[in-house]
């Protein structure tokens, strides 16, 4: 089982949340070519390792926030609210 | 050796030991003319295709681990071409086509068993969406049929059919040719073959790197060395993204991790596959007895082969909602797979932008089934460097184009299909 670090709720068993997907994708600005908005729909780092992914605590505070977690072992590295950076709290991921 | 009634009762009468090995372990040659970068089923099948039909037979299928140890040995063994949009139904009917006569081609015993996969209707809206299915499948020239609830309550003694269910059942949609099939048998029935051939079938061998010279492929590295090639096909799906990260490429894949598992072996008690879209849920029994069950993915990015105990939870409660003599069985084995799960929830069977460079992968759930027709159609596409009609809509550049072929409807979340 995941224990999950809401940044509002602490810590909470992963049955009440949602994982939402890469946090890293960035919506490209509305006339960008669109190779730009190919790539934010469509293509994903997929790293075979430390991940940054928003979650949702649907069955809690419904906060969506930052979790950075390791996609071989599962382990849970940091959280961080929505607003906040995820690579200043954990360090640099690259 | 050319396994028969008769090559049995030769080698019992010398109890048995003098079988040869099944395939050579040779070490890898210089170059090859092309390299299959994956040693479960879709590799193994591409190099058996490659050498029978196009008489590539100067190719090496390099494999990290050992053969059928990923998916191949991971899923629930069910094939079936029960699909709704063209490409999907014609391609997974070629495979299915190929299922039943592939223990005669490989002359092994893939043990395809047509028990027939039978899909739970429990509602008005799944009713509409069996009917339609089911109509497009005839259409596509796909066998289906429609059995009322008091026809499967006749045929699944074990099944809760009555009306006061917690998921009645309204009736249920039919595939009579689908089924199972023994999946290690394929990755070694394949290999059998493609050895035969000439292949060579290296294991423990992890390409790390892939050697792109002058725009076009050129090999690849391994711990064994530098292997040359001009023609590279990856068939690793799980891990398709990284492998393909290797020659620059970013793919619109996930990597999710699909868990299955096995209740203790019992007497038969089930002779058909049952699915539920309802509960997301499918069991068969296997031959040595036990349940075999599956349901949805984590619904979280992962490569590492195991999942977590409230998809296990939720299997089972759909199994005894479904099944509620099965309460009495003790869960003997969890296991999960990696899965690469595309945007569209379709594969992707294609050349890629690197000339030489081609791949089969991107199976989300329905890898297993499609080995044989993934194989085939990666071969015609590595040997005539173009894609057979059967493939020719599963390429990469469908995404940039918007021409998905999204089963469910479900958009771009690679999670969702």
Known sequence: MLLIPCPWCGPRNQIEFTCGGDATVQRPANDAPIAAWFAYVYLRDNPNGPHDELWLHSGGCRSWFKLRRDTRTHDILASARIDDDLATIAGARK | ??????????????????????????????????????????????????????????????????????????????VR???????????YEFSLKLWEGL??????????????????????????????????????????????????????????????????????????????????????????????????????????????????????????GFIGTPKIGIAVAGHSGHVAAMAGLELPIESHVLQAMVSEAVRPVLDTVVTSGAVHFYISQSDKGE???????????????????????????????????????RLMR??????????????????LPVPGLYMTGGWCYGGFKATPASGWLHAHTIAHDEPHSLNAAFTLERFEQGAMIDEKGAGPYAWAH
């Open chain 2, 1 to 78: 050796m050319r396994y028969s009634i008769f090559s049995l009762a030769r080698n019992a009468l010398r109890h048995h030991e003098n079988w040869p090995l099944a395939w050579r372990s040779p070490a890898p040659k210089k170059c090859y003319d092309a390299v299959i970068i994956g040693g479960g089923g879709h590799g193994l099948a591409t190099a058996y295709y490659l050498a029978r039909d196009h008489a590539m037979t100067n190719i090496a299928v390099l494999e990290k681990g050992w053969l059928g140890g990923g998916n191949t040995g991971r899923n629930t063994t069910i």
């Open chain 2, 81 to 91: 071409s029960n699909y709704h949009l063209d490409p999907n139904a014609h391609f």
């Open chain 2, 103 to 224: 223990s005669q081609d490989l002359n092994f015993n893939v043990m395809y068993s047509a028990r027939g996969v039978l899909n739970l209707v429990h509602s008005p809206a799944d009713m509409d969406a069996a009917m339609r299915r089911g109509n497009a499948m005839r259409l596509n020239g796909i066998d289906a049929e429609f059995l009322s609830r008091d026809e499967i309550a006749r045929r699944i003694p074990n099944l809760e059919c009555s009306a006061d269910a917690r998921f009645p059942i309204l009736g249920g949609m039919l595939q009579p040719r689908g089924g199972t099939v023994r999946h290690d048998a394929v990755a070694w029935g394949y290999a059998r073959a493609a050895d035969a051939l000439g292949v060579d079938i290296i294991q423990q061998c992890e390409v790390t790197g892939i050697r792109i010279e002058r725009g076009a492929v050129a090999g690849v590295d391994t711990p064994l």
């Open chain 2, 291 to 329: 349940l075999v069950m599956g349901g949805d993915l984590d619904f979280y990015n992962s490569y590492a082969q195991r999942g977590n105990l409230p998809i296990v939870e939720h299997v089972a409660a759909a199994c005894l909602a479904l099944f509620p003599s099965f309460g009495r069985l």
């Open chain 2, 334 to 351: 969890t296991w999960g797979g990696t899965v690469d799960m595309t945007m569209d929830g379709s594969p992707i069977i294609a050349k």
